[in-house]
């Protein structure tokens, strides 16, 4: 039979995830966002198709409001991972979690304030290369960790 391994304490154990796995997360929440951007643009593309039929153009977007759409969508993506799950997709997939220092889950306006900081200042992450913990420079200043979370099975 096989057990999950746990730490001293009797929890699943967690270690701090590092570079390249929080990378490649990021890489697929970066997708997801311009899939739901992509989505949103199509659907108001097919509100004025089916509008005014006739007289349809493809809508012309000013690049600066594609840009503040993205961000946009990318901190409200971010901030109900983290503060409903504890993790965005891209997290779940590379079996990540973003807790606090305590190892609890973030609540809403902390989970706002990391996305924020995420959005705007991505080149944080490359923190991790030389923080012996594994923290970003978001990690740091905000008080969070990101660690593995999957039960791993030992034979036995």
Same mark, same amino acid.
């Given at each position: ?21 929080? $990378? ?16 949103? *643009? ?34 409200? *993506? ?5 503060? !409903?799950?504890?993790? $965005? ?10 807790? !606090? ?29 030389? $923080? ?25």
């Amino acid at each position: 039979m096989s057990k999950p391994v746990t730490s001293p304490t009797g929890q699943t154990e967690q270690r701090p995830a590092g570079i390249v796995t929080r $990378s490649a997360a990021a890489g697929i929440d970066l997708a997801m966002v311009i899939v739901i951007c992509s989505l949103a *643009y199509f659907g108001l593309v097919l509100a004025m198709l089916i509008w005014s039929p006739t007289s349809f153009t493809w809508p012309s977007v000013p690049l600066w409001v594609t840009f503040a759409f993205g961000w946009g969508v990318a901190v409200l *993506y971010l901030t109900a991972g983290w503060a !409903t799950t504890g993790r $965005s997709y891209g997290d779940y997939v590379m079996g990540l979690r973003v807790l !606090t220092n305590r190892h609890r889950m973030l609540r809403w306006a902390h989970s706002f304030v990391r996305a924020l900081f995420c959005v705007f200042f991505p080149i944080g992450l490359a923190w991790v290369i030389f $923080s012996p913990m594994r923290r970003s420079l978001q990690d740091v200043v905000l008080r969070t960790t990101v660690v593995y979370d999957w039960h791993v099975v030992a034979e036995g």
